[in-house]
């Protein structure tokens, strides 16, 4: 049977008259709830409609609520034709998003927008906004501004929203709440200090200048590089390319890993940021260049994610970590389009620092050909070097292969050198510094061989 879904917008009259015509020529009118300020002008047009309001005190929550809408609107229209009426737009009602997906020939005869509605009562007209039902709080992540929350019905809800928006605009930011049919400018942790929130109560947060805001993204980040990149921005920061703070970005990486080691939280955060902003310079660099934006850098990353993790979206199995990165390096040399193990081993980067590129080179090599040290060579490497010191010849060579047979033999072990030399070094620079003067090299040296 023919099923309409009509909004009723905000005020009595809202109404359009040809969604006037079809509830008139309509078997079953269904109204959502009765206790709309929209729904007098039915009943002052005598209008008979059925109410769904006793679907509110049997439903769980919101979701099970318009669930049980959509259920209750579908399963009489199969008897008839109906027209089921939600206050605001049909574009934001829950249950007749529902509906739409399991009617297919449903028509829409759209309404008065609470969200565009609550927007302009507050002042602001702007042909795109983002709006969210306060229902909808788990789904909400991703909005422009202006931004509106509507159905804000109870404190409850303005405090969880309270706390939601603070995270992105900060708890001092200026917001328009507009409830008892009137806008209000508070600050956003008075939020839920008000009495009378109803289904017509929404909160408003207009756009918010840049040098006004206390909570910033990664956009915000982005265009403040970028003005200082401009002709009239700072002369340091208009200087700079790829090659000239090319060491800040290795630096600032070595910061943030000093930052873990410490487990300073107040610190890591700081040098997350400060590793943001070397990428950020970076995607501005290629962007004016004409390379490749933000969006293409990100798209890759996050399409060779899901690729490369093919265990988790795609049709590989594993049962532990160690399956899980030989999945990830077959879809790596698949992407990479690696026709040879030469290719894969040659991948490794040469700008690694040379004990990390030994590490990688050997994995590499050892998902090949057999790779082992046994300790008496490293007893012989270290033999043949005292005898050439002896004789007074280069030693160069002999040292670099000491030190990758020490790499095979730490592989053999299941050992990460670069995290093993680490501490080692931390332990001697902490033995020296507790005793200076006093410190005995040689038997320090000497315990580390007993």
């Not at 390096?329 to 081993?345: L, M």
């Amino acid at each position: 049977m023919e099923l309409t879904l009509i909004g009723l917008g905000i005020n009595s009259g809202d109404l359009s008259f040809s969604a006037f015509e079809k509830i008139k020529s309509s078997e079953c009118v269904i109204v959502r709830t009765e206790l709309a300020e929209s729904v007098k002008f039915l009943k002052e047009q005598g209008i008979s409609y059925i109410s769904l309001d006793d679907e509110y005190r049997k439903s769980r929550n919101f979701d099970t609520l318009s669930k049980n809408l959509a259920k209750r609107v579908l399963s009489l229209s199969k008897e008839k034709s109906c027209c089921y009426l939600v206050d605001g737009a049909v574009s934001e009602d829950s249950s007749c998003k529902i509906i739409l997906k399991k009617h297919k020939n449903a028509c829409v005869c759209e309404g008065v927008s609470k969200a565009k509605y609550a927007l302009t009562r507050c002042g602001i007209a702007s042909p795109s906004f983002s709006a969210y039902s306060a229902y909808d709080l788990d789904k909400f992540s991703r909005f422009t501004f202006p931004l509106v929350i509507f159905d804000l019905d109870n404190f409850v809800l303005a405090s969880e929203w309270k706390i939601k928006l603070s995270e992105f605009i900060g708890e001092e930011q200026k917001v328009w709440l507009y409830i008892d049919k009137q806008p209000k400018l508070i600050s956003l942790y008075e939020l839920d200090r008000f009495i009378s929130y109803d289904y017509s109560t929404a909160v408003v947060v207009d756009e918010i200048p840049l040098l006004e805001k206390t909570r910033f993204d990664f956009d915000d980040l982005f265009d403040i590089v970028e003005l200082l990149r401009a002709p009239n921005g700072c002369p340091w920061d208009r200087e700079q390319t790829p090659e000239s703070i090319r060491k800040n970005l290795i630096e600032e990486c070595y910061e943030l890993a000093d930052a873990i080691d410490q487990s300073d939280d107040d610190k890591i955060c700081e040098e997350i940021g400060d590793v943001i902003l070397q990428a950020v310079f970076h995607l501005i660099f290629a962007k004016e260049r004409g390379a490749f934006s933000k969006t293409d850098a990100l798209s890759d990353e996050c399409a060779k994610l899901i690729f490369r993790h093919s265990h988790i979206f795609g049709k590989d199995k594993v049962t532990n970590a160690s399956g899980a990165l030989d999945v990830w390096d077959k879809n790596k040399q698949i992407e990479k389009g690696f026709s040879t193990p030469s290719d894969y081993v040659l991948d490794v980067p040469k700008s690694f620092p040379a004990l990390l590129r030994t590490q990688k080179s050997i994995k590499r090599v050892s998902k090949y050909q057999k790779i082992d040290a046994t300790f008496s060579s490293i007893k012989h490497a270290i033999n043949e070097i005292l005898e050439k010191l002896e004789k007074g010849e280069n030693v160069v060579k002999n040292s670099g292969s000491l030190l990758f047979l020490a790499c095979l033999i730490l592989k053999k072990l299941g050992v990460d050198g670069e995290e093993s030399l680490y501490f080692a070094v931390d332990n001697f620079v902490s033995e020296f510094a507790k005793t200076e003067k006093d410190f005995d090299c040689e038997k320090y040296v000497e315990s580390l061989i007993d």
